[in-house]
DNA sequence: GAGTAATCTAATCAAGG
DNA sequence: CCTTGATTAGATTACTC
């Protein structure tokens, strides 16, 4: 019945990427025949097919990115469009038309996924774990989101677009901490771009000089979490990234209170909950529908 | 209108058959 | 080696204040 794309396969898995997913014969079918019904299917149909399938949200949307781009049926940039080929613009209505379709079919607030409002406790992990490292791997991600109870996806699309903003702004030669939440003044920040033993040793950030383990135990028990852990079972306690956010945790905690990172509220309810699986005819109607 | 989360394309990397 | 899932940069869209 684990019959959703395996994660099995590499034992000695590199964490750098997430595992390779492998869709089955049926599931493939599925996923033409929304193709085929429309290309840039909604949040919510991504995630009742992610559902269905037993597979994050984000392969969903990473498979149909691929479709669009390998068959062609990507809608052109605005670039591209007004660039170069005049010619094929006449034949194929751009991004204009393709928006319209899609705002047919519902509004954006049903198409995008919420918008996700992340807490200054949150954000405040982010920014201090962007500053040791930028581009964090799979592993590193997931180990975020943990500790932030934010999906792992959302943590990926943060440091992206901090990322971008980073560089956009990085014309001047002053690097801002612009993205720390309204609060007076992050102390810390300034120095915090050393290494992570050296940040995971400061005394200000160790409360008490051991435990951690269980924290992260906790954590890496949650179901919304099982896949890693089964997928990287050496991945636990060995990682100076996961200590340093497990420090991150205990610090922001305390300094802002035990409910600021509301470890208690899976992230799943942040977003519109969705039923059981689809039976079949579920789908069929799902497919219909779109 | 600014800030920023989410989405997109295009190019590329890399795992699996 | 080829196919295809995952990642990235950069641009854009859309939500919230």
Request: glycine share 6%.
């Amino acid at each position: 019945m684990e019959d959703q794309a395996d994660v099995g396969g590499c034992s000695t898995a590199k964490t750098s990427r997430r595992q390779k997913t492998v869709w089955q014969a049926k599931q493939k079918e599925v996923l033409l025949s929304v193709f085929a019904k429309t290309p840039y299917p909604s949040f919510r149909t991504r995630q009742e097919l992610a559902r269905e399938f037993g597979v994050p949200e984000s392969s969903i949307r990473v498979w149909f990115q691929n479709r669009r781009n390998r068959t062609g049926m990507s809608r052109k940039t605005s670039k591209q469009t007004t660039a170069g080929s005049s010619h094929e613009a006449s034949q194929q209505p751009p991004e204009k038309l393709v928006a319209r379709v899609q705002q047919a079919r519902g509004p954006p607030s049903e198409r995008r996924r919420p918008r996700t409002r992340l807490s200054p406790a949150q954000i405040s992990m982010l920014v201090q774990a962007f500053e040791i490292s930028p581009s964090p791997d799979y592993a590193t991600r997931v180990q975020l989101a943990l500790s932030t109870g934010l999906p792992e996806d959302t943590v990926h699309i943060w440091f992206q677009n901090r990322k971008a903003r980073q560089k956009g702004r990085a014309g001047g030669s002053t690097a801002k901490g612009e993205d720390l939440p309204a609060s007076p003044g992050p102390e810390r920040a300034p120095g915090a771009s050393c290494c992570i033993e050296q940040e995971a040793s400061r005394d200000s950030l160790l409360t008490s000089g051991s435990a951690g383990g269980q924290c992260a135990e906790a954590l890496m028990s949650r179901p919304e979490l099982t896949f890693f852990t089964e997928a990287y079972p050496e991945s636990s306690n060995s990682c100076p990234v996961q200590l340093f956010l497990e420090q991150l945790v205990r610090t922001v905690e305390e300094e802002q209170g035990p409910a600021a990172l509301d470890p208690d509220v899976p992230w799943e309810q942040i977003e519109p909950t969705l039923e059981a699986p689809l039976t079949e005819e579920e789908y069929q109607a799902l497919l219909d529908d779109i």
